[in-house]
Every structure is written in C-alpha cells, then in structure tokens.
C-alpha cells in the first residue's frame, strides 16, 4: 500500500430521500458510472473497476440533523485530472462551494443535492507537504491555483467521467467532540495523529497525511446518528491483511466495544456518534 498505510478508505454509503435524482447527479456533475442497481439502491464507480466508489440507498427516514458526514473526498491520480473535472464543472455550470490548496493537496468543495459534502483533490508530490520531525503534516487553507489546474487539464471530450485511478481518499465526519472521536479511531485503527487543532483532527495511518478527519464544528446539541437516517449510512475501511484485522478484532474486544454481523472478512461497528464504519479484509492488500 502507498504511504506504508496498513487501511485504505472504501465504499461510502449515502442515505437518500430521491434515488433517481442523487443517481443522476453523481453520473452527470460527477463523472461516475452505475455499476449495479437495484430496487431502492444504486452503486456508483469508475469503469473497469468492480468496488463501488459510493452506495445510494432510499431511505424513508424523516430527516433529523445529527452528526455524520462533514464530506466525502475523491483522490484524483493527477493535477491534469484535477483540471479535467474543473473544467468540466465550469462547462457545465456545476455549483462549487470552494477551492483551495492545503499545502499537501488541491482540492475542489462541492455538495450533492441531499446536502452531502464531496471533495474532489490530488495530491501534491511528498516533496511539497510540511512534514515535522515528530511526522505531524501541517496542512493550511489558501486559494487554490485555480488557473493553473485549468492549465493542466486536456479535457477532449464532453461526456466526462472520472479516471480509472479514482478513489476515496479520505473522509471528513462532522461528530460531538473531535478529540474523544480522534482518540476512538487512533486507538482502534492504530492510525497516528497528523495535525489537530482544538475543534478537529486529521489522522492517517503510515505517512499518508489523512485518512479520516472529525471536525465538532456544527456544536455540542446534535443527535447520534441512526442506520437509516438522511446521510452517511456507513463508509468503509480496507484493512491490509487478515493480520491486522484480527489484531483490529481483539482491539475491539479488549474495549468491550459492540461488534456487528462479524465474518471471516468483514464486520461493522460505530463510533462514539453512532456513525457506522464497515471494516473489511482489503484484497487489493
């Protein structure tokens, strides 16, 4: 795995109010492709590559804003597929919320229309990044290059879809106190702390800069989240060999922390918030 990274990040699941119109939007304003669909679901990737990227499944659920999903965050291979999809935003007149670079990435901040947080970013060169001795990364947040990222973009077609190389770099969750939760996922997942601040904290394992982040920034008076409710339903955690999922699994254990549907390759638990993390053997490790 790059970055001597142990996990990986994988399908999130989205819970939504209208299928056929969040379907759409992550096909057309994002670039992704149906991989499967069914009654009440449908599964979103890139072409040639089995793992869905997300999950949309319908919910009847009444909305109640509760801790979840801050954004889910796409890795684009390179700054010219950065440029791609930046252009083909602007074509397209695709709202964007933002754009920044943080020093170790650029990124693009954009939402679906359920209000589901997505940022599309690449990666800086290792070179780039503020490393500390201690092997905190300290990111910052300034205007991104925008120019520059059209520059390096050769979009030739007007039927986009994101390339191959795509994936979940990492995800942002909104939760009730960013400390406590950095603490659950550092803990469980031996991740290392990157940078923290007093209302958040990025976490990564191996020398990647994040792979989760948890930020406490919309307050304290939030509802735990639920299975079925508007939002992220679950997002995944690739883990590189059966190795570290049994050493993960007697982690757990060890900390009297409820364990669901557990198999042989898979099992799900949730974190202090109710946020519901499906941890599975990666193949690809």
């Known amino acids: 795995m790059e970055y001597n990274s142990k996990i990986r990040m994988g399908t999130v699941l989205l819970n939504v ?3 056929k119109k969040v379907t759409e939007y992550y096909m057309e304003s994002i670039g992704l492709s149906v991989l499967d669909k069914g009654e009440g679901f449908t599964e979103l990737g890139v072409e040639g590559k089995n793992e869905p990227i997300i999950r949309l499944e319908k919910t009847e659920v009444e909305e109640d804003e509760s801790y979840g999903l801050y954004h889910l965050a796409l890795l684009l291979p390179k700054r010219s597929d950065l440029g791609n999809i930046f252009k083909h935003f602007l074509l397209n007149k695709v709202p964007l919320i ?4 943080h020093g170790y990435s650029e990124a693009i901040y954009l939402e679906d229309p359920e209000g589901n947080g997505i940022e599309i970013y690449r990666d800086l060169p ?3 990044w503020d490393i500390r001795e201690n092997g905190n990364i300290i990111g910052i ?10 520059d390096s973009g050769n979009l030739a077609t007007s039927h986009y879809r994101l390339p191959k190389g795509t994936i979940v770099g990492h995800v942002h969750l909104t939760v009730r106190d960013a400390h406590a939760s950095s603490q659950f996922y550092r803990e469980i997942f031996n991740l290392n702390d990157k940078m923290t601040i007093s209302s958040g904290s990025w976490i990564a394992s191996g020398s990647y800069h994040h792979h989760l982040a948890v930020n406490n920034w919309k307050g304290a008076y939030l509802s735990r989240r639920t299975e079925k409710a508007l939002g992220i339903g679950y997002f995944t955690i690739g883990v590189k060999d059966r190795a ?7 982690n757990l254990n060890n ?7 557990v198999s042989e390759t898979e099992f799900f638990i949730e974190d202090p918030d109710g946020i519901r993390i499906k941890v599975m053997v990666d193949s690809k490790g």
């Not at 933002?98 to 670079?101: E, I, T």
């Not at 570290?244 to 007697?250: G, H, Q, S, V």
């Not at 900390?255 to 549907?261: A, K, V």
């Open 126 to 128: 290792q070179e780039y």
């Open 141 to 150: 947040t300034e205007a991104m290059d925008a120019q520059g990222v059209l």
């Open 244 to 250: 570290e999922y049994d050493r993960i699994l007697k």
């Open 98 to 101: 933002g754009a920044s670079n």
């Open 17 to 19: 109010k209208n299928l």
């Open 255 to 261: 900390r009297n922390i409820e364990i669901e549907n």
